[in-house]
């Protein structure tokens, strides 16, 4: 991996389809280290789409993608054109790590056990010390005391701070975030968006798909306003909430705020 670039995450032209569906067109994005990134936009915009393409959930069908400065994967119409060797890709899709709407737990492996997992199997650290980070982890999103129930026995928000523990496990430096709390009940969704507060607060590089406007515009360095595939408005988030200068983004905050 190069030693040192000026972008963590750097995205050139992506488009990505769905048949005949084009969802994405012509992304570009780069994104430096440390910075919190909120993606905003109507249903269909494509946003989780975007994300999910980052790390190979799905496969771009052109662009270029690159991650700490390498160029990670290029492909055009379909077609790879240029790829990382298998060791350098799995090194580079772990310095990635997600959350999903969805926090899909391991339902028949304690808290404690779901933060351990991945270090354990797929780093094949030592159990101990893994252990004690998760136990630490764990701490940080203030579930240290659930740490050997179950998580049918925790709340939807609680669980989603385990997943995210689970995902900090791995020690990723880019976490992605789709739309954690959207399906959580109202009153679940503050203690989420604190530990995510207090993640882009330690210089975590952070993109978020969110509905969560208060979140974006007091956490994000910087909002992206998605809609019919493309980057419509980007700005600061004191600029693009109260002075946005698409009509689409005027629109789409008019309906929301
Ligand atoms: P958003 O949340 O911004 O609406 P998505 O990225 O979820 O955007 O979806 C964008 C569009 O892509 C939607 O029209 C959706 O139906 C379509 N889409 C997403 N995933 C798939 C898929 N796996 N197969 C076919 N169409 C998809």
Excluded: W
Excluded at 208 to 231: N, P, Q, S, W
Aim: charged content about 25%; overall charge negative; hydrophobic content about 40%.
């Amino acid at each position: 991996m190069s030693e040192s670039y000026e972008y963590i995450l750097e995205t050139e032209h992506v488009s990505k389809s769905f048949g005949s569906l084009e969802v994405l067109k012509d992304i570009n994005l780069k994104v430096k280290k440390g910075e919190v990134i909120c993606i905003i936009g109507p249903s269909g915009a494509g946003k989780p789409t975007y994300l999910r393409s980052l790390n190979q959930l799905e496969t771009i069908t052109s662009g270029k993608i690159f991650i700490k400065g390498d160029l990670f994967l290029h492909r055009e119409k379909d077609h790879t054109i240029a790829d990382v060797s298998k060791a350098q890709r799995k090194a580079l899709l772990l310095e990635m790590g997600m959350c999903f709407q969805r926090f899909n737990l391991f339902p028949h492996k304690t808290v404690l056990e779901n933060v351990m997992l991945a270090p354990i199997t797929v780093k094949k650290e030592h159990p101990q010390q893994v252990q004690a980070e998760a136990m630490e982890l764990l701490e940080s999103v203030g579930l240290a005391d659930k740490a050997n129930e179950y998580p049918s026995r925790l709340s939807g928000g609680q669980q989603q701070r385990v997943a995210i523990a689970r995902a900090l496990a791995m020690k990723p430096e880019i976490m992605l975030f789709d739309e954690p709390t959207s399906a959580l009940d109202p009153e679940l969704v503050g203690d989420v968006l604190q530990v995510m507060k207090d993640l882009a607060a330690k210089g975590m590089t952070m993109l978020c798909v969110t509905h969560e406007m208060g979140f974006a515009r007091d956490v994000a360095d910087r909002v992206l306003f998605m809609a019919d595939g493309i980057i419509a408005e980007e700005g600061r988030p004191e600029d693009l909430f109260t002075n946005p200068q698409n009509p689409r983004t005027q629109a789409f905050l008019k309906s929301v705020l």
